[in-house]
């Protein structure tokens, strides 16, 4: 909808307006406050890692192997002798990527046919739902490594995978909430005010449920990191020698039982802290986008 | 009034820890209620009546205490019960009944069987004779047919109905204090009688008290024997019913009173201040809409689909909304439609909107035959900024994340032509118009009252000059005093913009006060059609007449 210059009069910056409300809302819950701390290590590990950790990720030297955590190697190293650290910081840029695509992905396309289904009804709804029927009818981690397993072992097909699970949640939230503001005074206000039925669905129906999306979004980043993290572990997906959190974990995995359980802790770890960072973001999230809230 | 009251406050004062500190919803309330006394708390949204009974419950949400005072209940002071205790109390000894009876009754279980359920906790009956109470107490209730009624989920049952059921389990273990707070708020005015009879008559013959909060002024006169009035989290005046009536003390009562709707006043007499006398209304033109032999038929749902399996075809006929209906309205007119729920006017004001398509009949504006285009091609149809509507509920028809200068505007972008600085100063001067300080104009529908949002549904409507509103209760949201002024400024804005009104009411009081003609509805069908002053002076139907005599009178 193009926004009309002259019309926002003396709005009073409405990006520090935003920033004023999530001050409060974690001043006053301090468990998003700490949830946004968390986040915002992962981002920094995610965006400045590789240039920060202190040894290459990659190089092996057979000399240093197994070695257990030291003033050297804070988390000590692997088979190959490479620094776990270094792995674990490089691979959070992979793991949330992966991630963050495949939520996008499932946000655009599960929330958008949700929302149709749920606004148009008849057939749009019928075909949206049995769709996810079908998805949901499978074990949801036994159809991801089928997807990657028949589209190709690339990590593009892991964050189509990821999405291609998540889609019946994503159009089942948005097709309930696109049916209760179906015939919502202000949907049918709209009406009357000559927008078209489509112009209604974008403008007026999808921005209202925005936060709810918002926070599933954030609840399933923390399913994506884990599936992903799966489907390496499992084999499928990202392939050594690529740092990555499931592949680390899966080769650290058998040195577990002789004793060197470092290799797969750390990594263990960095996925838990990840998807715990997630979990508790996802209310605090709502709090900030709705405006309801605001005053 | 027997010398030691049942229910003494003293003092009382509540406080809310809000995000900009303290609030103060409560200030330093006396009240004392006698035993088989009844007793009103009136005001208005936000003069703490609600909270006051909350206190004396016990039941504030977190952010509220009790910061000052005391309640007595015979002889307990209950601010320092301990809660066990107070849980007793509650439903034993103070029962309560709210706004909504559908919210406060298990939507899955039949209601025999949640009256039950409290006759059980409270060791009114035993296992043996449970259900035969549980039946005498719906008897009790009035409610027909009790023994079939034992078995109805709540969705099954009218508003009223649930209302009785309600007031039956607050009143199954005989307590002594029962606070009804609105009780009848969105319930017809029949129902709303028959309601406040039954609790009334209860209350008598078993000596009970009653603490009832209402907004209606008419309402708390008609029922009760005493009245507090509170504003702004005070009590201002405390008076027995009839001498309110004939000697309101306080000016804020007045002020009140003045705006309450009633036979023999006219619209710019509910405003406080004498305000110039309307220009006389310009006589009605040609017709502009003429409504014929319109139909709204539904399928009945409920085991249909089995019968239809089954090779049995459907014998129920479709359910009639609307049944055939007639009308015209000219221009510069107002025409009222009231009726009770259910009874079709809100069918056929989404008919006349084009947001329903109707099942047969003829809905002609200026000529044009608009109910042949389907209702979700009309949007582009160049009737449509023809026609506009005010809406019911001001906060539901207001997008929660448009300001309200976006809001105005809407209509204006889809619908008009001014753009940029044209359409900004369009918003401003609409904004005059229905009195909206363009302060606000960048607010968002939760940070205006309701008197604002109304406005900001008002402004919308009239942005492109339509020719006919159709206006759906746009003031049973709003307080009294409020009321008074929109219904002043629709009034005013007909006058001006010539524009002509179908306004759909439950309301009669409001409906004289802007109206030309009414037209009353009953089961999908008009039962009565004339001048205001005609149907609603000298009615010729039975059920107009019921329904006047249903308004609640205060006392003579």
């Not at chain 2, 802007?514 to 009353?520: A, F, H, K, M, W």
Request: with cysteine; aromatic share 6%; charged share 20%.
């Amino acid at each position: 909808m193009p926004e009309n210059p002259a019309l926002a009069l003396p709005r009073p910056s409405a990006a520090g307006n935003l920033l004023r409300h999530a001050r409060y809302v974690l001043a006053g819950n301090p468990v998003t406050a700490f949830s946004f701390l968390l986040l915002l290590f992962l981002l920094g590990c995610a965006l400045l890692g590789p240039s920060l950790v202190p040894h290459d990720p990659q190089a092996s030297n057979a000399l240093r192997a197994l070695q257990a955590p030291s003033a050297q190697h804070l988390f000590g190293t692997d088979q190959l002798g490479r620094d776990i650290l270094s792995r674990v910081v490089v691979a959070t840029r992979l793991d949330l990527g992966i991630a963050f695509f495949s939520v996008a992905l499932v946000f655009a396309v599960g929330g958008l046919a949700g929302v149709a289904a749920g606004f148009f009804g008849g057939w749009t709804d019928r075909i949206v739902g049995r769709l996810a029927d079908t998805i949901m009818a499978f074990p949801l981690f036994v159809l991801a490594m089928g997807v990657v397993a028949a589209l190709g072992n690339t990590v593009t097909n892991i964050v189509i995978a990821t999405a291609v699970v998540n889609f019946p949640l994503y159009a089942r939230i948005a097709r309930g909430e696109a049916l209760v503001r179906r015939n919502a005074g202000y949907v049918q206000a709209a009406r009357l005010t000559g927008n078209g039925e489509l112009r209604i669905l974008l403008t007026t129906i999808l921005p209202n449920i925005l936060p709810i999306m918002a926070v599933q979004m954030s609840l399933t980043m923390g399913y994506a990191i884990l599936n992903a993290a799966g489907l390496s572990f499992i084999g499928l997906g990202v392939r050594p020698p690529t740092p990555e959190w499931g592949i680390m974990v899966a080769e650290g995995a058998s040195f577990i039982v002789s004793g060197e359980w470092w290799v797969a802790l750390f990594p263990g770890l960095a996925l838990m802290l990840a998807v715990f960072c997630f979990n508790l973001l996802g209310d605090g999230l709502r709090d900030i986008v709705d405006p309801q809230r605001r005053t | 009034m027997s010398a030691v009251p049942l229910l003494d406050v003293r003092d009382l004062t509540v406080e809310f820890a809000t995000r900009r500190g303290t609030v103060r919803a409560v200030e330093r309330v006396d009240l004392s209620i006698g035993k088989g006394e009844t007793l009103a708390v009136v005001g208005e949204s936000g003069s703490g009546k609600s909270v006051t009974s909350y206190a004396v419950m016990r039941i504030l949400d977190r952010a509220g205490r009790i910061a000052a005072g005391t309640v007595t209940f015979s002889g307990m002071a209950l601010r320092d019960l301990p809660e066990g205790e107070m849980r007793d109390l509650r439903g034993w000894e103070i029962s309560m009944i709210f706004q909504n009876p559908r919210a406060a009754l298990n939507p899955i279980r039949p209601v025999g069987r949640q009256i039950e359920d409290v006759l059980l906790q409270h060791g009114q009956a035993g296992r043996g004779n449970a259900r035969a109470r549980a039946v005498e107490v719906l008897e009790s209730v009035r409610i027909a047919r009790p023994a079939e009624r034992y078995h109805a989920y709540p969705f099954e049952l009218s508003g009223g109905m649930c209302q009785r059921v309600v007031i039956a389990l607050a009143l199954a273990c005989r307590p002594q204090l029962l606070i009804a707070d609105e009780p009848t708020t969105g319930l017809d005015v029949t129902t709303q009688k028959s309601v406040m009879e039954l609790v009334t008559e209860l209350t008598r013959a078993r000596g009970m008290s009653t603490l009832l909060i209402t907004h209606d002024l008419g309402l708390a006169a008609a029922y009760c024997d005493r009245v507090v009035v509170m504003e702004k989290g005070r009590v201002v005046e405390t008076a027995s019913a009839s001498a309110i009536f004939r000697a309101p003390s306080h000016a804020y009562t007045r002020r009140l009173m003045r705006a309450t709707p009633r036979p023999g006043a006219g619209l710019r007499d509910l405003l406080p201040e004498g305000a110039a006398p309307f220009p006389p209304a310009p006589i009605p033109g040609a017709p502009l809409l003429v409504v014929e032999g319109l139909v709204k038929e539904y399928p009945r749902a409920g085991g249909s689909l089995l019968g239809r399996l089954a090779g049995r075809a459907p014998a129920e006929a479709p359910f009639r909304a609307v049944d055939g209906i007639g009308f015209e309205i000219r221009r510069g007119e107002s025409v009222g439609l009231v009726g009770e729920s259910g009874c079709g006017k809100s069918t056929t004001s989404m008919m006349i909107m084009r947001l329903l398509d109707p099942t047969a009949g003829r809905i002609a504006f200026d000529g044009e035959d608009i109910g042949a285009i389907p209702a979700r091609r009309f949007a582009s149809s160049a009737a449509r900024r023809r026609i506009q509507m005010v809406f019911q509920d001001p906060t539901d028809s207001l997008n929660p994340r448009h300001s309200a200068a976006r809001a105005i505007a809407d209509p204006i972008r889809r619908l008009g032509t001014l753009r940029g600085a044209a359409l900004a100063a369009r918003v401003e001067e609409l904004a005059s118009l229905v009195g909206l300080p363009a302060a606000l104009l960048d607010r968002f529908p939760h940070q205006l009252s309701g008197g604002q949002k109304a406005r900001v549904g008002i402004a919308r409507a009239i942005a492109l000059n339509p020719e006919l509103v159709v206006l759906d209760e746009p003031t049973a949201a709003l307080d009294v005093s409020v009321q008074a002024v929109v219904l002043n400024l629709l009034h005013e804005l007909k006058l001006r913009l010539g524009m002509s009104y179908l306004f759909v009411s439950h309301d009669l009081n409001v409906v004289r006060l802007l109206c030309d003609r009414v037209l009353v509805m009953r089961a999908g069908a008009i039962v009565e059609e004339g001048p205001v002053e005609r149907v609603l002076g000298n009615p010729a139907a039975a059920y107009t007449r019921e329904l006047l005599a249903a308004i609640p009178h205060p006392p003579a």
